[in-house]
Structure formats: C-alpha cells, structure tokens
C-alpha cells in the first residue's frame, strides 16, 4: 500500500522463549520441599520443547502441588480437591491444541479424586499427569494420606497408621488402557526432566508419579534412597526413558525392563528391596478418548474458516 513500510509486511521471527518465560509467581513452598525441583524440571522441558504459554495449561485441585499453576507463566486452573483430572479432560475434549499439565498430590489424587483418577487412566486423553507422593497430606497439616506406610504418625493416626498403603503405580497399571505408566524421584533432576519429556511425547495420557520430598513433615522419609542410591532400581531399556551418563553414572543398580511387558511391570511394581524408577509401561497403541471428543470439532484457523464458508453458503450469504 502507498506511503506504508515493505518491512511492516515481513513476517516476524520464530520468538525462541528461555526459562524465565515460563516463571510465573514466586513459589511459596517451604524452603527444600521437592516441589521445587519438579517446577524447575517443568519450566525446562517447556523451554526445550518451546511450549507457546498461551497454548499450554496447567490444572491442579487441592494440596500443596495444587499451587503449582500459580507458578507457572501460562494458563491455569486451580479446582477442587480431587477434580484436576475431571477437569483436565474437559479442556483436552474442547480445546484438542493445548498443551495439558495436571499437578496432583497422593491425597489429592489417590483419596477423594481415585473415581476420577481411574477414569481419567481408562480414557487415556492426551496430558500429562505429575502426581507428586510425599506420603502424607501437608497443605493441611501432616494428615496419614493413601500413600502413608504403615505405622506412619501423623495427625489423624498419633499412634501410627493401622493399614497398608496404596502403590500407586500398581494401581494405574491395573486399570484398563493404561498407556504410560512411569516413576522418579525429585532429588535426581537429571531423571526427573528425562521421564517428564518422555511423558509429553507420549501420545495418550502419561502417568508420573514422584516420589517427593517434605521437609516439614516427613523429614528423612527419603533419606535411605538418598544416601544409598543402590535402593534405587533404574529400570533401563531402548524403549524407556533416556538416559545419559550423569544418571546412569550414580544409580548403578539398574535392571532391563521392556516396557511393553505389562506383566513384568507389575512384577517390578511390587518390588521391596528396592524402589524401581524408570518407565514400567508404554503402549501408543491404546485407545484416546479424545480422538472422539474433538470429531467435528474445529481444531485449527483452516478448519474454522472452511467451516464459516459452508454455514455461509448454506444461508447463501
């Protein structure tokens, strides 16, 4: 056009977005608590997979994991205790090009949420779901939660918890379609980053859980794992997680897992010598709910104009 500038008209350049892209407020967990490390691991797989923020969300109910979306620059939705996954897959089946993160903690997803929590397995929308266990309820002040090992004192059970408790990687790979089913540890970043971006490759919904420190409640829960990585059991396997020299390096009690076996994943599950982290299950091949939710939905710019075109034509406008 007359008078204007040709470089008006150019395109912009790819915006490259660096880890501070992706801080929102300041995380006001207690100084050491594991969440931290996992906000970090998050914000860096964003910054390597270039997340846009205006296209990635963040659910979370009840619990301090819960306040994670206030921590991240992107969209988020803070709910009600127990309802992340409910709300989560809503989102997926309205809006199929978003980038979906659920943040849950063992009460908030293995108590109230656990009708959903099966569900949410069995209907295998594509997310990512980080369940940080840190054995116990902590926004509310150090109640035994599913998760709790038996003889755990807290506040509801002075006297020590009188059941055994959950494994929630056992029950996720008991629940029909179960598609990734995986396991870490927030002291090993270099572990922790690798299992999230295999979770978000994944084309179903991932399931991590992370064994997460509380340094308020249950000082030293974690300790023996710490102090003797030989507990841990590094479950290794071309088809499962990434893993360079800096993990295999210090966990050199490791065992060849294919993740493919579903048997031998349970098998592994139910492991007490040693706590097994790596992936135990994978299977892209597993049906998605949302691949029926977003049919006839308009999924991109194109599809919402071809759309447009044909309500006009049809009203001959």
Known sequence: MFGLKTDWFEEASPRYYSVGDYEGGTARWCPGCGDHAVLTAVQRLCRDEQLEPEKTVFVS????ASRFPHYMNAYGFHGLHGRALPVACGIRARRPDLHVFVSTGDGDCCSIGAGHW?????????????????????????????????GSKTNTHPQGSVLD??????????ISNASF?????????AHLLATLEAAHQHPGLAFVRILQRCPHFQTGLFD???????????????DGIALDESITRVLKNQREHDPADLAGAREIADLEEATPIGLFYRN???DRYDDFTVQGLATSRADKLTALESELDRYQI
């Open 224 to 238: 023996p794992l710490q102090s003797d990585p030989s507990k841990l059991l590094l479950l290794t396997h071309p």
């Open 118 to 150: 099966v569900h949410a397995i069995r209907y295998n929308m594509k997310m990512v779901v980080m369940l940080l266990d840190n054995n116990l309820y902590g926004l509310t002040k150090n109640q035994t939660s599913p998760t709790s090992g038996k």
């Open 284 to 286: 892209e091949n597993a």
């Open 181 to 189: 089913v995986a396991q870490t540890v927030d002291w090993n970043p």
């Open 165 to 174: 408790p959950i494994n929630p990687i056992q029950t996720t790979l008991g």
């Open 61 to 64: 109910g009840i619990g301090c």
